[in-house]
């Protein structure tokens, strides 16, 4: 069965610190992931797509099916990067829909 | 604002009752899909409309149905509504295919009381 993993609720750190948001998969076949956040009364929106292999925001992820992870980094955090964080894997090829994480609030403190 | 817009914001009702929350999807999406978010849970995906036609469904309870509209717009019914029912629902809409992605309404909270 398809299914994402967000081990953590909460993750709290400094500014200036390294953040790493964890997120594990289970799917047989060839995964799409995405990130996506949602900021303090703003829409949950994309952050990124593993197959874009592009950094946003300072955010990168990278797919290791070895380990079935995506992981989502950044090597300094920010204030302004205090969110919540939800690791989505799309479903079958024949639908489009997005199998969520239950998600990790990021907490940057100053 | 031609994002996704989801009405009612909020809806109160008690328990038994029938109530329908709406979706527009952006201007040029035809998937519409739809997710409940409970308390201490992620977004559970409820069912995907393309372009007027059922295109996967998830863990839908049958008290819940929902349909897409010739202008694309969406509905999801509610009825015999229990206290477990109260979450946020958010509609998302996207263009389809494969690496669209899916742009999110603001949510209809709806209470059970």
């Known amino acids: 069965a398809q299914r994402v993993t967000q081990p953590e609720k909460l993750l709290s750190v400094f500014k200036g610190a390294p953040v790493e948001l964890k997120c594990n998969y289970s799917?047989?076949?060839?995964?799409?992931l995405f990130w996506y956040v949602q900021y303090s009364r703003q829409r949950l929106q994309l952050l990124l797509r593993?197959?874009s292999r592009e950094s946003i925001k300072g955010f990168t992820a990278d797919l290791n099916k070895g380990e079935t992870s995506f992981h989502l980094k950044k090597p300094f955090a920010q204030e302004e990067d205090s969110a919540m964080y939800y690791c989505?894997?799309?479903?079958?090829?024949?639908?489009?829909?997005?199998?969520f994480g239950t998600g990790t609030r990021l907490q940057v403190f100053p | 604002d031609s994002g996704v817009t989801q009405t009612p914001k909020h809806l109160i009702t008690a328990t038994g009752q029938r109530v329908t929350l709406r979706c527009s999807p952006r201007?040029?999406?035809?998937?519409v899909y739809w997710y409940q978010q409970s308390l201490d849970q992620g977004l559970q995906f409820l069912i995907q409309?393309?372009?007027?036609?059922?295109?996967a469904k998830g863990n839908i309870l049958e008290r819940f149905s929902a349909q897409q509209f010739p202008d694309l717009h969406s509905e999801l019914n509610l009825s015999s509504l229990e206290l477990g029912d109260s979450a946020l629902y958010f509609c998302?809409?996207?263009?389809?295919?494969?690496?669209?992605?899916?742009?999110f309404g603001n949510g209809t909270r709806l209470t059970v009381t």
């Open positions: 998302a809409s996207s263009v389809g295919g494969a690496d669209s992605p899916l742009h």
């Open positions: 593993h197959i």
């Open positions: 989505a894997l799309k479903g079958p090829y024949n639908t489009d829909k997005l199998i």
């Open positions: 201007s040029g999406d035809l998937s």
């Open positions: 799917y047989s076949g060839s995964p799409e």
């Open positions: 409309y393309y372009n007027g036609e059922e295109r």
